[in-house]
């Protein structure tokens, strides 16, 4: 804590020991932490991945029971998703949005811990399933009425509640994120000077607070027919399993947008920095992410094709999800143009960029054939559809994740990733990842459905399987590389400046890493690359004599309370009782009193 | 008076907003799409239940309209609290603040009496799907209704410990916001479930 | 290091080559393809999609090449200095509405092979419908009067309409050589003879060539879900016809008193089989809970695709089904053993 008088000239010092991380509130701290524990569920998911992989090398295969199967099925979609796809994107958003737009933290520093801690409760609620032989087992979309009436047991209680409380969390973050871009920019920090990457926090941000209410609706809907003997899906009673359907992909497609954007605006980064050329139509990328928001959330039923809704329906979906892809494939045509005419350096997160323009454009090709709804008749439901999503998935938002992991490990520790490693891992996870999915596309056209803990022997897919399985060993391998490369960089050499790349935004101001304050002076900004234009003067402000006070908010302990309060009366539930989460409710007033009455 | 009030009121921000307002403006487009949903699930389940209760058979329009108007009335006092607390009068804030929460807990105790009444009537959370989507969507409002009472019973005890001047204006009128949503949403829903049934 | 560009390349053009060579997939070979479709509905679809494949197949060429080609040209040199260009409205509304017009003539064939597909089966369809059960096939002919299960008689050459509902969890109709897939909802009973009313999901079609066609469930319903299967076997009318006579006129279903098979009756009728199941031709035709029973010597499997139809498999199955198949819903039938168990899997054998 400091006060007004101290930090005219002093710089606050950075704390350590285990309780200044549970107390922290530094968007930083926060960012590595959602980055950490997503790692960690990245290696988590991959594990189950490989566990089904195995099970499926043979037809007929009985290294896992069909049980155990659809237990690790549903949790490698449900953790891949929730516990990995979206906590790694608000890692990034975290740790660089308020270095991007020249602040010092977040709009709300402890409702940003309280997110985090809620994320790594809810994950270990939901993950502790497993000692209980109990893991969801639904599938992670949990269609009705199998996930309510046809249930039994405690597995899928684990994912309504688990699902409901993360998204919970997710929602506090779109809040914070968006008041901050909105409110907390530099001087001179126009909006449509803001770096890309911020521009698709924001734009993602939009997206989790309008799409993840609607979630919350339809998980509540299938808990209260798990608990309280409703019967919202059964037609018995006038209910229509369909509507479950609609409310699950009202919030699905603009999740998968959740998911991807992100990357883009990672992708957005790095090209232009290692072209040394200006991203190529600014506006235009920025005005096709934002449409692609927009229009993500009319294309819903794309999901639905099969169901029958009618032609108008489905002609209706089939031209908006065709309509979608345009503003999709114009970004990759501005990022080409981009390193058009540019030098290109083939570093690490270059290359992981490059990777990305070729194997997201093949998820975004099946994307297209899945959206001619009578081609999606055959494709659906099948190993096409596996293959599409992990093609935009793995071939998308990871490489985009690995490019920014390698452009700002720099930035974040002073380090390098080492580069001769990360070639290892590169070629692993590349040839691995075309090895594993490439072929699904062909076994989904040659009739295998998804979801099957086996398949007979005489479809004749015995090989395509086993192709697929071996790919998946070649990406763990390549992930474990990446995990190698990290834990053996940090011991590395901190030769990384402020500007090892010679980007142009605002974070390659500040020294690597950047000090509790981000900035000694909030520069103020004139252009829309300002360490292209006069990085002089940037580092001069950024890193020169402090001229104002500094304020920064302190510690808290209340946000790790309130957030086990709120896991913990959202666990209660469990006793099916429906006062039993009351008693946590106590708790939750009680944490959030005590943060309203202490200072910022 | 409290840091975080000194911080708010004197912050320099991007859109001259407070960071707390705006945050708080986002929260409730957040809200409304909640809201929205449950309110769509109800609509799309009007006239299928397959049994009764049905709503002609338990509503009280008139009783129900006497709370609506209690609830919205409930909007004039905070409005007329956020003035007294903008105008520094300590008397003004005490007696709105808790005229608003009162009449919170007035629609409150009318809602239980409602459902009591259904209850007796047949109308249980698992008689059918007017009943699931009916208490779904209220019981929901009366949640949001309740927290909203407790804040600003909070408020109110932090003006009678003097801890509300002028300087905290905007506390209360976040708190009247979100006030005003909830009555808001219970226009909507008192239109589309009791109205136009 | 420079970056291996043409390796790069070779990589894109591996898959593309693949998914050329995919589709000369021979359907004997892979008897789940939907690459050779058998009817005119499966025929749309597919050809619809080679437009949409096609199509998206050059603008990846595209994406490619161009790719390729600036990682070589403008790779970083010594002396090169990059241009400090920020767009080109030109350029940018080239490659916007390119795209645009690419989709357009996407949407124009799909639409109307939407509308296609939904089109009613014209009168004199074969109505069939097909009930999804945790984890197999009913299917009953309401013209004929007739149930079976997991094995589908249908005639080539008449239009096909199969009327699809669920007794328990959502599941979905596929047989690939036949076309697309469609869900089986849970719903509400309809009234005896009553018409399926218009939003009812539906399938129509109508088979082209005779054969054996496989296919399962398509929507994930539960444990085994991977072991609901079934077998489309599309015949000539006249051997539909003689089919569907020897349905509903079983020959052996009473066997010859002194037979074993006449053992394998009585234990049937008499060790609480007839709870569940049903069988033409005897008294036991009350219970549609477990899959008929009528002709399932001549089935292409036991338990929906489960195990191959072998005496072995049956007596295994009638002991312990959950054994085969878990979370079978079917009792165990420890106690019947032995010559008993013999007898019963002969009768059940002679039912064809």
Known sequence: ?600 | MNHTAVAATHEETSTGLSNFKLGFWTFIGSETLFFGALISVYMVYQGRSVTGPYPSNVFDIELTTLSTFVLLMSSLAMVLALAMVQKGSRKGSLFWLLATAVMGMIFLGFQAYEFTHFVHNGLKLDTNLFGSTFYLLTGFHGAHVTVGVLWLLALWVQALRGQLGQGDALRVEVAGLYWHFVDIVWIIIFTFVYLLD | MSFRQPLLRRFAVLPIALSALSFTACATEYPQTTLQPVTDFGAEINSVFYLAFWLTMAILAIVVVVLGYVLVRYRSRPGATPRKIYGNNLAEILWTAGPAVIVVIILVPTVRTIFNTYKEAPEGALVVEAIGHQWWWEFRYPELGLTTANQLHLPVGRPVEIQLSSKDVLHNFWVPRIGGKRYNYPTVALPEGAPAPKNYKRLSFTIEEPGEYLGQCAEFCGTSHALMRMKVVAQTEAEFQAWAESMKSPANAIPEPGTLEERGYNTFMRGGCIACHSINGTSATFSSVGPNLTGIGSRWSIGAGTAHNTPENLAKWIQNSGSMKPGSQMTPFPQIAGEDLEALVAYLRSLK
């Open chain 1, 1 to 600: 804590m400091v006060t007004a008088e101290a930090t005219i000239r002093t710089v606050p010092k950075s704390e350590s020991g285990i309780w200044s991380w549970i107390t922290t509130v530094d968007h930083k701290r926060i960012g590595l932490m959602y980055g950490v524990t997503a790692i960690f569920f990245f290696l988590v998911g991959g594990l189950e991945a490989l566990l089904l992989r195995i099970q499926l090398a043979r037809p007929e295969n009985d290294f896992v029971s069909a049980e155990t199967f659809n237990q690790l099925y549903t949790m490698h979609g449900t953790t891949m998703i929730f516990l990995v796809g979206m906590p790694i994107a608000v890692a990034f958003f975290n740790y660089l949005m308020p270095l991007q737009i020249g602040a010092r933290d977040v709009a709300f520093p402890r409702l940003n811990a309280l997110s985090y801690w809620i994320y790594l409760f809810g994950a270990i609620f939901m993950n502790a399933s497993f000692l209980f032989n109990a893991a969801p087992n639904g599938g992670w979309f949990g269609y009705v009425p199998l996930s309510s009436d046809y249930s039994p047991g405690p597995n899928m209680d684990f994912w309504v509640i688990g699902l409901q409380v993360l998204g919970v969390s997710s929602i506090m973050g779109g809040v914070n994120f968006i008041t901050t871009i909105l409110n907390m920019r530099a001087p001179g920090m126009k909006l449509m000077r803001l770096p890309p990457f911020t521009w698709m926090t924001m734009v993602t941000s939009f997206l989790v607070i309008t799409a993840l209410p609607v979630f919350a609706v339809a998980l509540f809907m299938v808990t209260f027919d798990r608990f309280f003997g409703t019967r919202f899906f059964d037609p018995m009673a006038g209910g229509d399993a369909e509507l479950y359907q609609h409310l699950f992909w009202v919030f699905g497609h603009p999740e998968v947008y959740i998911l991807i954007l992100p990357g883009f605006g990672i992708i957005s980064e790095v090209i232009p920095t290692f072209s040394r050329k200006p991203l190529f139509g600014y506006s235009l990328v920025i005005y096709s992410g934002i449409l692609i928001a927009l229009v993500g959330w009319g294309v819903w039923a794309h999901h639905m094709f099969a169901v029958g809704m009618g032609p108008i329906a489905d002609s209706f979906f089939a031209i908006t999800s065709l309509i979608v892809a345009i503003p999709t494939g114009v970004k990759i045509f501005n990022w080409l143009a981009t390193m058009w005419g540019g030098t290109i350096e083939f570093k690490m997160p270059m290359l992981w960029a490059i990777a990305f323009l070729l194997f997201f454009t093949f998820g975004g090709v099946s994307g297209i054939h899945l959206g001619v709804a009578p081609a999606d008749l055959q494709e659906t439901d099948t190993y096409y559809v596996v293959a599409h999503f992990h093609y935009v998935l793995l071939g998308g938002l990871v490489m985009a994740i690995f490019a920014g992991i390698y452009y700002w490990f720099p930035k974040i520790t002073g380090k390098f990733l080492s580069e001769k490693i990360g070639r290892w891992h590169f070629w692993f996870y590349v040839i691995g990842m075309n090895m594993t999915f490439f072929p699904m596309h062909i076994a989904g056209l040659l009739g295998m459905p998804r979801r099957i803990f086996t398949y007979s022997a005489d479809l004749n897919l015995e090989t395509i399987n086993m192709i697929i399985t071996i790919g998946g060993f070649l990406t763990g391998i390549g992930a474990l590389i990446f995990a190698y490369n990290l834990i053996k960089s940090l011991k590395g050499p901190a030769t990384a400046g402020p500007n090892p790349w010679g980007a142009s935004a605002l974070e390659w101001a500040t020294q690597s890493p950047p000090p509790a304050h981000n900035f000694n002076n909030i520069p103020v900004v004139t252009s829309r690359e300002p360490l292209w234009d006069d990085e002089a003067a940037m580092l001069e402000q950024a890193n020169g004599e402090i001229k104002k006070p500094i304020h920064m908010p302190n510690s808290s302990y209340w946000p790790i309370f309130t957030a086990f309060a709120i896991v913990l009366s959202s666990a209660l539930l469990m006793t099916g009782q429906w006062w039993a989460p009351l008693i946590g409710f106590g708790l939750i007033a009680l944490g959030i009193l005590n943060w309203t009455h202490e200072p910022a």
